[in-house]
């Protein structure tokens, strides 16, 4: 079994910044991909930002030069550093990581909530 974690949603005003935590546990041989998504009310799930096992990084249009995405392979830990928050930044953000258990696995995280509000 594998879990993923988060923390550090809340409310923030538009022009500050928070910092979101994913942290997986259980039977763990390695991780592929981690990344982070985000659903606002009304609105699909959307691709944040990923980090993939060779280093590589993506991010969504809406918040390349403002979010960044990090990952520490010896604690299997991803993090979202998010500056300059936006009201339409607001949403659940979900971790995500495909994970190899006994097998491989596409795990998701309970989603925290983040308000960018004045």
């Known amino acids: 079994q594998v879990q993923l974690v988060e923390s550090g949603g809340g409310l923030v005003q538009p022009g500050g910044s928070l910092r979101l935590s994913c942290a997986a546990s259980?039977?763990?041989?390695?991780?592929?991909?981690m990344a982070w998504y985000r659903r606002a009310p009304g609105e699909p799930l959307e691709l944040v930002a990923a980090?993939?096992?060779?280093?590589?990084?993506s991010y969504a249009d809406s918040v390349k030069g403002r979010f960044t995405i990090s990952r520490d392979n010896t604690k299997n830990t991803t993090s979202l550093q998010m500056n300059d928050l936006k009201p339409e930044d607001s949403a659940v953000y979900y971790c995500n990581a495909r994970v190899k258990s006994t097998i491989w696995v596409n795990v998701w995280g309970q989603g925290t909530q983040v308000t960018v509000s004045s």
């Open positions: 259980g039977r763990i041989f390695s991780i592929d991909n």
């Open positions: 980090y993939g096992n060779a280093g590589t990084t």
